[in-house]
């Protein structure tokens, strides 16, 4: 309720400058601290409304184009922020950005974990475990792609700060640390420990070219899965393409990043971090 009452005033100057300004370019963002806002009550709040974007795009580190795209959206009309309002009033741990930059809070975790039992989906071991939320639409999404002749397999799931601390010790004694941190996340940095997250099988490059691999691409999105790590954006993300690592964040989230984000996970969840920060900053530790 708290999201939708610091919102309204700003849903009225969304209104006012759909109807009066142009969005703000991207190269043109820069933190509202650094605005002076001299004007008359509706200039004011046509002020505050291009300023708040700009803010918000500016710590969102979005690049111009987007930025401009989203603005543009933005400025249409109170759809965007109703649409991030309904993402925000849910489970804050579905948008939680989780990065390298963005760590979970220290000694996290999930109080609803269920084990996965296979279902219409394999498991390549047993003790796999995911959030309830997740572990169902995982089901649902098997079960669909099953009707349709493809088996999805689960590779791994939900994993503990102290496992992934294993996991990521392995790599860089394996890899050397600069190719391990392009593949694994330092414990605390992992999707992984969310609960949230799957590495379908085989989790290797091949599985891009799988009929799992190539189904999950084009409908995981109708389930509430994101691909976390699109190939060509290892800049933005910090990790090489993984064509088999998909986070759960939910249908509202999924279409708000398809819809606003070119469908990049990183961006929209950089863009909400940002906004939470921005206007509620002691909400961001959860």
């Known amino acids: 309720m708290r999201n939708i009452l610091f919102f309204l005033p700003l849903l009225g100057c969304i209104f006012i400058l759909s109807c009066s300004r142009p969005a703000p370019a991207g190269d043109e963002l820069r933190p509202m601290a650094q605005q002076t806002v001299t004007a008359e009550p509706q200039g004011e709040r046509e002020a505050f409304i291009d300023d708040y974007w700009r803010w918000s795009f500016g ?11 989203v603005a543009e959206s933005a400025a249409q009309g109170p759809d965007f922020v109703m649409e991030l309002l309904e993402i925000l009033e849910g489970d804050p741990y579905l948008y939680i950005l989780v990065d390298k930059q963005h ?43 099953r009707t349709e002749g493809v088996t999805l397999a689960a590779g791994s799931a939900y994993r503990s700060a102290a496992y992934q ?16 941190d392009r593949e694994s996340a330092r414990p605390g940095y992992s999707q992984h420990q969310t609960g949230l997250a799957v590495d379908f099988a085989p989790i290797d490059d091949a599985f891009a070219d799988t009929a799992a691999g190539r189904w999950l691409l084009k409908n995981a999105g109708s389930f509430g899965w994101s691909l976390s790590f699109p190939n060509g954006y290892e800049a933005v993300t910090g990790y ?9 964040v939910g249908n509202s989230l999924v279409r708000f990043i398809d819809t606003y984000f070119d469908g990049v996970q990183q961006y929209g969840l950089q863009f909400i971090n940002a906004w939470i920060e921005s206007s509620e900053p002691k909400r961001a530790g959860l």
Do not use: C, F, I, T
């Open 103 to 145: 760590g979970l809070p220290e000694g996290y975790e999930p109080e609803d974990l269920v084990d996965l039992s296979g279902g219409s989906y394999q498991v390549s071991r047993e003790g796999l475990k995911l959030r309830r939320a997740a572990a169902a639409a995982l089901e649902e999404m098997a079960l669909a792609a």
């Open 59 to 69: 710590d969102a580190g979005l690049p111009d184009e987007l930025a401009r795209k």
């Open 165 to 180: 601390a294993e996991v990521y010790a392995r790599e860089v004694s394996n890899y050397g640390q600069e190719a391990a």
């Open 240 to 248: 090489r393409w993984e064509s088999w690592h998909y986070r759960y």
